[in-house]
């Protein structure tokens, strides 16, 4: 069970981030200012809020010991303060003057990174205050970071969608392309994978991107080799870009915030749905475990930052949440047996898998293919999941006629799942799109004239906006 403790409401603009020490939680935002709460009673610090950023502060994060916090700001710096008292220990200049999106420390506080919008990354002495090593990627804004739990590399990711590990001697030991869309976070474990060999460690990294996906990477340790990064699996549980992951400081769970509107919790161990929180109502920016207490911290475009508190009696007990986001149409297999289950019809389940029954197919099931095809002899069980069926199909009209004439596709009047834009201006569903054109028709099927070009652009604003109204609309 997850509870909703406390809402801060102290901010005028966007929550871009959250960060927890031992005694206190950081918050910053678009509105320039840093704010720090104590975690006996959340009220807000009496030399709070920070101000000296003279734009948006786009990240802020405490150093292991929790004595200095460091902010990043539009306006190109990184500030150092202290966070006992709030007073400002030092100001460190981006060498380019860029944005800087994202700022961390390493394990042992003697080194802070930052990475900026014209994709310079940066190593600053943390004691100094002076710059030890500057390097860049070769493409997009540095918007994400991540230390290694030994401290010996750090992750960065980039808005073109590239995860770069770096050694402490900013040589750039790796480049992987791991989210096709863009990189908005990404995050160590703090806790070895259990059953590593000797003298080699292994470790999860969380990334998560525009393309509504987080993906774990496991990355080893070895002493004389080096390293290595290799993917290990893909969380599919938002319907919209994730701007934020975490892990907890066991590394027991792992949390993600998304443009849907929603918190997931997950269970790192059998990457399972704990639990889906959708109190925000604007996209979900940033999410914080704090270290030594069971508690989570969400910040959001809504302005505010919501507080959760985990009971850990019932934290193994929590079962997936797993309630497809999609139309029943678009329903997998695998889909189609978690609604059986729910449904209380698991003992249909293999006779189903059997048989390849998907949304589309579920929906076109009759009386007379549960008995002749499926083979389900009990005349009530081929009631009760003809009764449940054609409930799913109510729900599906409904929603049909409640689709935005946008989300439709002219082609086939259907909602559309991967909109492009034609050099007529209009938006069709690619495949659609792409099988008018195969045909030989050059023209537009809205208008009829000649089209100019037959490129085909994704319309990812589109696709964002019916992504959105599928979440809401499954929330109702």
Same mark, same amino acid.
């Given at each position: 069970?997850?509870?909703?403790?406390?809402?801060?409401?102290?901010?005028?603009?966007?929550?871009?981030?959250?960060?927890?020490?031992?005694?206190?939680?950081?918050?910053?935002?678009?509105?320039?200012?840093?704010?720090?709460?104590?975690?006996?009673?959340?009220?807000?610090?009496?030399?709070?809020?920070?101000?000296?950023?003279?734009?948006?502060?786009?990240? !802020?994060? #405490? =150093?292991?010991?929790?004595?200095? *916090?460091? &902010?990043?700001?539009? +306006? /190109?710096?990184? $500030? @150092? %303060?202290?966070?006992?008292?709030?007073?400002?220990?030092?100001?460190?200049?981006?060498?380019?003057?860029?944005?800087?999106?994202? !700022?961390? #420390? =390493?394990?042992?506080?003697?080194? *802070?990174? &930052?990475?900026?919008? +014209? /994709?310079?990354? $940066? @190593? %600053?002495?943390?004691?100094?205050?002076?710059?030890?090593?500057?390097?860049?990627?070769?493409?997009?804004?540095?918007?994400?970071?991540?230390?290694?739990?030994?401290?010996?590399?750090?992750?960065?990711?980039?808005?073109?969608?590239?995860?770069? $590990?770096?050694?402490?001697?900013?040589?750039?030991?790796?480049?992987?392309?791991?989210?096709?869309?863009?990189?908005?976070?990404?995050?160590?474990?703090?806790?070895?994978?259990?059953?590593?060999?000797?003298?080699?460690?292994?470790?999860?990294?969380?990334?998560?991107?525009?393309?509504?996906?987080?993906?774990?990477?496991?990355?080893?340790?070895?002493?004389?080799?080096?390293?290595?990064?290799?993917?290990?699996?893909?969380?599919?549980?938002?319907?919209?870009?994730?701007?934020?992951?975490?892990?907890?400081?066991?590394?027991?769970?792992?949390?993600?915030?998304?443009?849907?509107?929603?918190?997931?919790?997950?269970?790192?161990?059998?990457?399972?749905?704990?639990?889906?929180?959708?109190?925000?109502?604007?996209?979900?920016?940033?999410?914080?475990?704090?270290?030594?207490?069971?508690?989570?911290?969400?910040?959001?475009?809504?302005?505010?930052?919501?507080?959760?508190?985990?009971?850990?009696?019932?934290?193994?007990?929590?079962?997936?949440?797993?309630?497809?986001?999609?139309?029943?149409?678009?329903?997998?297999?695998?889909?189609?047996?978690?609604?059986?289950?729910?449904?209380?019809?698991?003992?249909?389940?293999?006779?189903?898998?059997?048989?390849?029954?998907?949304?589309?197919?579920?929906?076109?099931?009759?009386?007379?293919?549960?008995?002749?095809?499926?083979?389900?002899?009990?005349?009530?069980?081929?009631?009760?999941?003809?009764?449940?069926?054609?409930?799913?199909?109510?729900?599906?009209?409904?929603?049909?006629?409640?689709?935005?004439?946008?989300?439709?596709?002219?082609?086939?009047?259907?909602?559309?799942?991967?909109?492009?834009?034609?050099?007529?201006?209009?938006?069709?569903?690619?495949?659609?799109?792409?099988?008018?054109?195969?045909?030989?028709?050059?023209?537009?099927?809205?208008?009829?004239?000649?089209?100019?070009?037959?490129?085909?652009?994704?319309?990812?604003?589109?696709?964002?906006?019916?992504?959105?109204?599928?979440?809401?609309?499954?929330?109702?």
């Amino acid at each position: 069970m997850v509870k909703l403790i406390h809402t801060l409401a102290d901010h005028d603009d966007d929550v871009n981030c959250c960060a927890f020490s031992s005694s206190l939680l950081a918050t910053c935002s678009l509105d320039k200012t840093i704010r720090l709460y104590s975690l006996s009673d959340f009220t807000e610090v009496p030399y709070s809020p920070l101000k000296f950023h003279t734009y948006a502060v786009h990240c !802020c994060c #405490f =150093s292991p010991s929790g004595h200095i *916090l460091a &902010s990043c700001s539009t +306006d /190109g710096t990184t $500030v @150092l %303060w202290d966070a006992q008292n709030g007073q400002i220990l030092a100001v460190m200049e981006q060498p380019s003057g860029s944005p800087v999106r994202v !700022c961390r #420390f =390493s394990p042992d506080s003697a080194c *802070l990174v &930052s990475g900026a919008s +014209d /994709g310079t990354v $940066v @190593l %600053w002495n943390a004691q100094s205050y002076k710059l030890h090593r500057c390097a860049s990627v070769k493409d997009g804004s540095l918007v994400a970071c991540a230390f290694s739990p030994p401290g010996n590399l750090f992750v960065t990711g980039s808005s073109c969608g590239d995860l770069t $590990v770096w050694d402490d001697k900013m040589r750039c030991l790796h480049n992987e392309k791991a989210h096709d869309l863009g990189i908005t976070c990404c995050d160590f474990s703090s806790q070895p994978v259990p059953g590593g060999e000797e003298g080699l460690q292994f470790f999860q990294l969380a990334s998560c991107g525009q393309d509504c996906q987080i993906k774990i990477w496991v990355i080893s340790f070895i002493h004389i080799l080096g390293f290595e990064l290799k993917y290990k699996s893909t969380l599919t549980g938002h319907c919209a870009p994730v701007l934020a992951c975490a892990f907890s400081h066991d590394g027991q769970m792992l949390v993600s915030g998304s443009v849907d509107k929603s918190v997931i919790v997950y269970d790192t161990n059998t990457e399972n749905i704990l639990h889906t929180l959708t109190q925000h109502t604007r996209y979900v920016t940033t999410c914080a475990f704090a270290p030594n207490i069971l508690l989570l911290a969400t910040g959001s475009m809504d302005k505010t930052v919501k507080i959760w508190q985990f009971e850990k009696e019932t934290l193994c007990q929590a079962k997936i949440q797993d309630q497809p986001k999609q139309f029943t149409e678009n329903w997998s297999e695998d889909d189609v047996s978690n609604w059986l289950c729910a449904e209380g019809l698991e003992d249909l389940v293999d006779i189903f898998k059997m048989n390849n029954i998907d949304g589309r197919e579920l929906l076109n099931l009759t009386k007379e293919s549960l008995a002749d095809d499926l083979k389900i002899e009990s005349l009530g069980l081929r009631s009760k999941v003809l009764r449940k069926i054609e409930e799913l199909r109510t729900k599906v009209k409904t929603l049909s006629s409640e689709i935005p004439d946008e989300f439709i596709c002219p082609i086939t009047r259907e909602l559309m799942k991967d909109p492009v834009i034609a050099s007529d201006g209009y938006s069709y569903e690619k495949e659609a799109m792409e099988n008018w054109i195969s045909k030989k028709k050059r023209t537009s099927p809205m208008t009829n004239l000649v089209l100019s070009s037959m490129i085909l652009t994704p319309n990812r604003t589109l696709k964002m906006a019916i992504n959105r109204w599928l979440s809401e609309t499954h929330q109702k």
